[in-house]
């Protein structure tokens, strides 16, 4: 091609540009859906009771590549208890000024505790608000919940509780009760006993 016809063929790549459909989103105003298995911020998720499902055993913290996550675990007493098990995580803490949302932490977490949620809204103008605690990580009550500390509601014996709680979560109309959404269509839980 003759070299004067070099900056035709740049305005040309221009032109055909103009015609074509546009993909700008008038963010924040209009949101496109993420994907389905997006990797947006974490959540700590609850027994159909209402215990917690983290029991503080650090694994996510450790399995981090970012170091990322902080935990401090207790024991739960018989007066005081957060989880079913012996312990539960008193402390969590994600710093998202470190998370690259790998999901590293997800598949090391032993009781499906911390997933992952579709939200990608994490931007924030102090580095203090972007260290989650757990208090904001861990999932609203759902109707028929209870906020622990409370006993275990869900049978008498460990393997009740767990054979019972894992039924409930499968019967749940959102995502089988895998990742537990705060959004949602949500079912009132046939929980056995009452509040403490
Ligand atoms: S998503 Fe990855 S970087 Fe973020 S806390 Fe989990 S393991 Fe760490
Ligand atoms: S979130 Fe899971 S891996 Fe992390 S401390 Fe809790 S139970 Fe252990």
Request: net charge negative; charged share 25%; hydrophobic share 30%.
């Given at each position: ?13 221009t ?29 700590l ?23 990322a ?13 957060y989880s079913?098990g ?5 402390v ?13 932490c ?45 006993p ?13 709680g ?31």
């Amino acid at each position: 091609m003759p070299e004067f016809l070099n900056s035709v063929k740049g305005f040309g790549v221009t032109f055909r540009q103009m015609f074509k459909k546009v993909d700008t989103v008038q963010y924040p105003e209009e949101k496109n859906p993420t994907a389905p298995r997006y990797h947006g911020r974490h959540q700590l998720n609850r027994w159909p009771d209402g215990l917690e499902k983290c029991i503080g055993c650090e694994l996510c913290a450790w399995a981090c590549p970012a170091d990322a996550i902080y935990v401090e675990g207790a024991d739960n007493t018989a007066d005081e208890r957060y989880s079913p098990g012996e312990r539960y995580g008193r402390v969590y803490q994600i710093n998202y000024l470190r998370c690259i949302l790998c999901g590293l932490c997800v598949e090391a977490c032993p009781t499906r505790a911390l997933t992952m949620t579709n939200d990608y809204e994490l931007a924030d103008d102090s580095r203090e608000s972007l260290i989650w605690t757990k208090e904001q990580l861990v999932v609203p009550l759902l109707p028929g919940m209870e906020q622990p500390p409370h006993p275990m509601r869900l049978g008498e014996t460990e393997e009740d509780y767990y054979a019972l709680g894992a039924k409930l979560a499968d019967s749940r109309p959102d995502d089988g009760g895998r990742n537990p959404v705060q959004e949602g269509p949500v079912q009132d839980w046939p929980v056995q006993g009452g509040s403490s």
